[in-house]
């Protein structure tokens, strides 16, 4: 996808700071302050208010808290049944889903959100719905499902400013045309990109003011979609002024961007010279921005001119820039899926717990019902059989003894079925790895802390720690070593082969130097220093014979 990952990125960020800028307009003085806020809260109203606001206060910093925060908020809206309370929570929460890259929970969200709008009768509510669901769809490379979405918004866009008696467009349709270009363009329809590109640049400069920045992505994206139509001077031009807009508003992500364009189509275009330049500007700004892909991309394209100009030594430094950088945005997106990984982790343990508790409330009402149902039975009993009347409370009392063996029984098999549920959540071995490391550093801490609390206290800790010792999975490398063999099922054949005294560590090594890890990587894992693990590569490439070898030790072991 290369160039279109670029334009659908671009999308979601649009219609995210659309929204959020929407979903609340309270602006609050500091996280120490909603908390305290939250703390004296009485009405659910303020509570759901101020739980949306500290999620977005950390939607930027801590993804994973301000989840909690905003699945508090649609609990807390759900009990009140104020459907504009829930709506305003579930669109924050569909915010967070984009960002944290669950796509498929955004779109039930964002759909959830637009059957409310539609209900309370609000065209501008459930088209922003739909745009956020269309930018999803780009996302998710549905472009076709995207046009259908974005279609259905401008139709309800234009309903509302009828209603409105306004015969100025929605500010919200330059996101859409935006992101309705995009999915042409996607598409091949380049045409139709132009067109819907065009519509949204001329709503952009009704609204100059706030619409700087849309302003300049719309100029970007019909630059690029002219150099895919091989119409190159209508693309320096619009790619010129998207440059121009960008400088004039500060932009320097946005200049970044632009840079990269001109870098692009001079390099299509012949240019070498100026492609080289431009590529240069996009790595200063993109050094300012902190933005790894544009780094990543120019360093390409510096190798690719560098190469055209018989320039080897350039070319060859650029080359090696450009892995390290794809390394780098490999490691990162390697990152983000073991976060995003472990957060579903705690969403489905969390569902699952709730949906135990539920059934244990269930259990408890029946029982009690059918206990309250025995004291009656034995009060009739008692009043009409008064000669049996010792005979028959020791039968009732049996009954009831069998009651509460029942439901004893009935608990425990649904604290088996939660345990149950609890192991499959531990399919990923890497996972359970990482969490056998913290559960022991936290039962270290527990115990570290235990000789200062009092005594009865100290035999909780202890029970405790007895509790999380037995939540670990000793055989977790085995599990490691037994999927590495169904994927890689001839490696540690060929590696005994060639030295049959390796130890298990060293090919567990071999193993994660085969998987492309890297030295961190693998000390975080195993726990040992960097030097360790550069220690036991040196001395693996020993026992492999590769010590006055050119070859690569993981080259080597991806050879096998």
């Keep these: 996808m290369g160039k279109r990952s670029g334009f ?11 929204l959020q800028s929407m979903a609340m307009g309270q602006t609050f003085s500091s996280i120490d302050s909603l908390h305290i806020k939250l703390e004296t809260a009485r009405q659910d109203t303020a509570k759901v208010n101020i739980l949306i606001a500290l999620a977005q206060q950390y939607v930027r910093s801590d993804l994973s808290l301000s989840l909690q925060y905003v699945n508090r908020a649609v609990e807390l809206a759900e009990n009140t049944k104020d459907d504009k309370l829930i709506a305003r929570s579930l669109i924050e929460l569909g915010n967070v889903y984009f960002l944290q890259g669950f796509f498929e929970l955004a ?11 539609r209900k309370l009768g609000d065209p501008l509510g459930e088209a922003n719905a739909l745009v956020s669901l269309g930018a999803v769809k780009l996302q998710l490379t549905e472009f076709e499902q995207a046009k259908e979405s974005f279609y259905k918004a401008l139709e309800l866009y234009l309903q509302w400013s009828a209603q409105k008696g306004d015969t100025l467009p929605p500010r919200q349709l330059v996101v859409l045309y935006n992101n309705l270009g995009i ?3 996607n598409l091949g329809e380049n045409f139709q990109a132009i067109d819907v590109y065009q519509r949204g640049i001329s709503i952009a400069r009704l609204f100059k003011e706030d619409q700087l920045s849309n302003l300049g992505n719309l100029f970007n994206n019909l630059g690029s979609n002219y150099m ?3 119409r190159f001077d209508d693309a320096y031009q619009a790619i010129s002024e998207a440059l121009r807009i960008r400088m004039e508003s500060g932009d320097r992500a946005g200049q970044a961007a632009s840079y990269r364009m001109l870098g692009l189509y001079f390099f299509k275009t012949g240019d070498f010279d100026k492609s080289r330049d431009s590529f240069y500007r996009t790595l200063l700004l993109a050094g300012e921005v902190g ?10 394209y510096l190798y690719k001119i560098f190469k055209q100009n018989n320039q080897p030594d350039s070319a060859l430094r650029y080359l090696e820039l450009f892995k390290e950088y794809s390394d780098r945005i490999n490691s990162e997106e390697t990152l983000k899926e073991l976060n995003r990984m472990e957060l579903m982790a705690q969403m489905e343990e969390r569902e699952n717990s709730r949906l135990m508790q539920q059934k244990r409330r269930e259990a408890r009402f029946t029982l009690t019902t059918v206990a309250l149902g025995l004291i009656m039975i034995i009060m009739g009993l008692l009043y009409t059989l008064s000669r049996n009347r010792m005979q028959r409370l020791g039968l009732e009392n049996k009954n009831m003894q069998l009651a509460a063996e029942n439901m004893q029984l009935e608990n425990e098999g649904l604290e088996k079925e939660l345990e149950m549920k609890n192991k499959e959540l531990t399919t990923n071995v890497m996972y359970q790895i990482r969490k056998n490391e913290f559960i022991n550093d936290i039962a270290q801490k527990l115990l570290q ?3 200062q609390m009092r005594r009865e206290n100290q035999q909780q800790v202890l029970e405790i720690v007895s509790e999380l010792e037995r939540s670990q999975h000793d055989n977790a490398w085995e599990e490691f070593e037994v999927r590495f063999h169904q994927v890689h099922n001839a490696f540690f054949e060929r590696l005994n ?10 090919r567990r090594l071999c193993a994660f130097l085969r998987l492309n890890m890297t030295t961190k990587e693998i000390a975080s894992i195993t726990g040992q220093s960097l030097r360790s693990i550069e220690v036991a590569r040196t001395r693996l490439r020993k026992k ?15 050879s096998l």
């Design 228 to 230: 895919d139509m091989a």
């Design 107 to 117: 779109a039930k969200t964002f759909h959830r959100y637009s059957l409310i709008q």
């Design 544 to 558: 492999l014979d590769l010590t006055n070898s050119d070859t690569g030790l993981i080259e080597f072991l991806t």
């Design 449 to 451: 802390y235990s000789h």
């Design 291 to 300: 933005s790894t892909s544009l780094r990543g991309a120019s360093h390409e």
């Design 497 to 506: 082969e060639i030295n049959p005294e390796l130890s298990v560590n060293e």
């Design 8 to 18: 659908l990125s671009l999308a979601g960020l649009i219609v995210l700071i659309l």
């Design 183 to 185: 999915a042409y363009q």
